[in-house]
Nanobody, 118 residues
Framework: QVQLVESGGGSAQSGGSLRLSCAVS????????MGWYRQVPGKEREAVAR???????WYAEFVKGRFTISQDNAKSTLFLQMNSLEPDDTAIYYC????????????WGKGTLVTISS
């Protein structure tokens, strides 16, 4: 059974940094695409960044230059380095993955809370 487990969330001050991790278990197959999404209660979930098997990377405009997505394929782990954090980055961050040739995610973690204070 595939599982995605996020870690690294927490609290930081505006301008600070956090690093999120997402560990994949339950399969030895390499994902086609993995990504980070976030959601503020009462608002729709939004895509933050994604990385595909070919190394292609996409970022949402609101994190460009501040966040960096990376992947350790050997350990099936996804990372999100978040710098220059802002109060608007406060959200629950979710890791997601798909093994299909698609950018529509099939598997999701339970999320990790990131809280940024001004």
């Amino acid at each position: 059974q595939v599982q995605l487990v996020e870690s690294g969330g927490g609290s930081a001050q505006s301008g600070g940094s956090l690093r999120l991790s997402c560990a994949v278990s339950g399969t030895s197959y390499r994902t086609y695409c993995m990504g980070w999404y976030r959601q503020v209660p009462g608002k729709e979930r939004e895509a933050v960044a994604r990385i595909d098997r070919a190394g292609g990377i996409w970022y949402a405009e609101f994190v460009k230059g501040r966040f960096t997505i990376s992947q350790d394929n050997a350990k099936s782990t996804l990372f999100l380095q978040m710098n220059s954090l802002e109060p608007d980055d406060t959200a629950i961050y979710y890791c997601a993955a798909t093994w299909r040739i698609s950018y529509n995610m099939d598997y999701w973690g339970k999320g990790t809370l990131v809280t940024i204070s001004s």
